[in-house]
């Protein structure tokens, strides 16, 4: 339970934390919450010899729209998810996944930017930010790039994140009116990594079809898992029992879990299907109002 000796840092500005990661690309990380970080380190499962911590940079810390967006800080803890009227009014998506990460003692010190920028395949905000159809905003020492969540995740605990390089905001276009969202997780007990969970984002048109659907599920591969071939099937239908059904099937079929003290692959593949099902409707019955 002790980590291995590491130089820890804590630079007051962006610039000077990119310049220490740069300085450190092949053996610094960056430690926001620490709630995945030091656990690996203390578990000897990772290394570091330099930790840039990046909690003393003011101005990572906010949830707001602006301009049709909206942003949340990189270092925007879950429990402000979960204290914000604008998202417990206007994106219970959000809500639902953040309530359903640990527990409130991990939730106060673990980061929505450092939850997305760890990729493991096991953690609640990708599959929910792919729903969503978010950008991440990344700050290295060329400036600012704006990557789509589709380009962020590219397999087991690796993302499109360079060394040096810090995850400064998330960006999720305000629905329109008519829309609606969900995240549903299976886990073991309370506080637990998901068996299978799926994150549903729903618009309807003016004659209830579905204008636009987004669909991600979480811990049923090496990285979150785009549900693009059930999308595709929903997209225009109207939402009853046949079409979502068919719908989490085809997302079920896109899933790749694998075997370990979970479950079984049938076991997982099939619980995410159940979870698809659910998070869809619930998504639907949201967007009716
Ligand atoms: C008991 C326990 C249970 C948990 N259960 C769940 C769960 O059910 N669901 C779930 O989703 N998660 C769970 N987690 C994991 C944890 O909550 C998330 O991974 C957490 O959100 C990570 O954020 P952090 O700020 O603590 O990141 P850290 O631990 O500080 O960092 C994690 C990784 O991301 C990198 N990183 C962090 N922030 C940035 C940034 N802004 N820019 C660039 N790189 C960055 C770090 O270098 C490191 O590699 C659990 C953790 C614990 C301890």
Do not use: C
């Not at 962006?14 to 970080?37: I, N, P, Y």
């Not at 914000?84 to 990460?101: G, Q, W």
């Not at 159809?133 to 700050?139: H, L, M, P, R, S």
């Amino acid at each position: 339970m002790i980590p291995p000796v590491f130089d820890y840092h804590a630079p007051t500005t962006l610039a000077e934390a990119v310049a220490l990661l740069s300085q450190h690309r092949d053996d610094g990380k960056v430690l926001s919450g620490g709630q995945s970080l030091l656990p690996l380190l203390k578990l000897r499962l990772g290394q570091a010899d330099h930790l840039v911590d990046i909690g003393r940079i003011p101005g990572l810390e906010y949830i707001r729209e602006e301009g049709g967006v909206l942003k949340i800080g990189g270092r925007t803890h879950e429990s402000a998810l979960e204290e914000s009227e604008l998202i417990r009014t206007r994106y219970p998506i959000l809500l639902d996944t953040a309530k359903v990460i640990a527990d409130p003692l991990v939730r106060n010190r673990a980061t929505v930017g450092g939850n997305l920028a760890h990729g493991d395949p096991g953690n609640d905000h990708p599959a929910t930010m792919i729903a969503l159809g978010a950008e991440v905003v990344a700050y290295g020492p060329n400036g600012e790039r704006v990557i789509p969540i589709d380009q962020f995740f590219l397999g087991f605990f690796s993302t499109a994140l360079e060394p040096d390089e810090i995850l400064t905001e998330i960006r999720v276009p305000v629905p329109p009116p008519r829309s609606g969202g969900a995240y549903v997780k299976l886990e073991r007990k309370v506080g637990d990594y998901a068996t299978a969970a799926a994150a549903a984002q729903v618009t309807l048109a003016a004659n209830g079809a579905l204008e636009r659907v987004g669909l991600a599920l979480t811990n049923v591969g090496p990285a979150p898992v785009h549900a693009v071939a059930a999308e595709r099937h929903l997209t225009g239908k109207q939402p009853d029992g046949a079409a979502l059904a068919e719908a989490a099937r085809l997302a079920a079929q896109a899933a790749a879990p694998s075997a370990d003290r979970r479950g079984s692959v049938e076991y997982k593949r099939e619980m995410a299907r159940v979870m698809a099902v659910r998070a869809l409707g619930r998504a639907v019955e949201r967007a009716r109002g």
